[in-house]
Antibody, heavy 124, light 107 residues
């Protein structure tokens, strides 16, 4: 069974840092670009970042560019989101998501598998 | 690309038909548009991709249509379990964007 399991969320002060992890199982992890998508309380979905299958190319939403870094460890089937300079408007549930395209690139990001999410709260 | 969904909230009874719209600010001539269902407290679930193809395990009560700048998700024979928020998403270009959602309530 394919599965994604996020961890690392919590309460952090503005300006602080947090690293999220997403452990994948049940599919050939290195064949898929992996994305992070977030959802602020009571709001809609916002795509945040993607890393290609090799881990050497990344793309970010303007709202997090320069503050967040996405990376992956294919030997451990895990994708990470390092979040620095956190702000109150980064408060959200963070989901990792797998696309249906096994090219390893973000050519078509139809997200057919989602994790359960991890909650990040930025507050003093 | 900005996706605008309407209506914001839809309240219907079991057995009725729901029609949800997604309007794009740019022409999505690839038909690279997906629909997701999100139930309260859960992660989104893929329903439709490529505007009209049903994802694995999705009942045929759910159908997608449209092209260009206007897309529609139709749910026939509504069931109580269909309640939730429905989002459209484009993957025609980057960054990928979602609509703001349509909340479906079942009376």
């Amino acid at each position: 069974e394919m599965q994604l399991l996020e961890s690392g969320g919590g309460l952090v002060q503005p300006g602080g840092s947090l690293r999220l992890a997403c452990a994948a199982s049940g599919f050939s992890f290195r064949n898929y670009a992996m994305s992070w998508v977030r959802q602020a309380p009571g709001k809609g979905l916002e795509w945040v970042a993607v890393v290609n299958g090799f881990g050497n190319n990344r793309y970010y939403a303007d709202s997090v560019k320069g503050r967040f870094t996405v990376s992956r460890d294919n030997s451990n089937n895990t994708v990470y989101l390092q979040m620095n300079s956190l702000r109150a408007d980064d408060t959200a549930v963070y989901y990792c998501a797998k696309p249906d395209d096994p090219s390893g690139w973000w050519k078509r990001e139809v997200f057919d598998l989602w994790g359960q999410g991890t909650v990040v709260t930025v507050s003093s | 690309i900005v996706l605008t969904q309407s209506p914001g909230t839809l309240t219907l009874s079991p057995g009725e038909r729901a029609t949800l719209s997604c309007s794009s600010s740019q022409n999505i001539n690839s038909n690279y548009l997906a629909w997701y269902q999100q139930k309260p407290g859960q992660a989104p679930r893929l329903l439709i991709y490529d505007a009209s193809s049903r994802a694995t395990g999705i009942p045929d009560r759910f159908s997608g249509s449209g092209s260009g700048t206007v897309f529609t998700l139709t749910i026939t024979r509504l069931e109580p379990e269909d309640l939730g928020t429905y989002y459209c998403q484009q993957y025609h270009n980057s960054p990928r964007t979602f609509g703001q959602g349509t909340k479906l309530e079942i009376k």
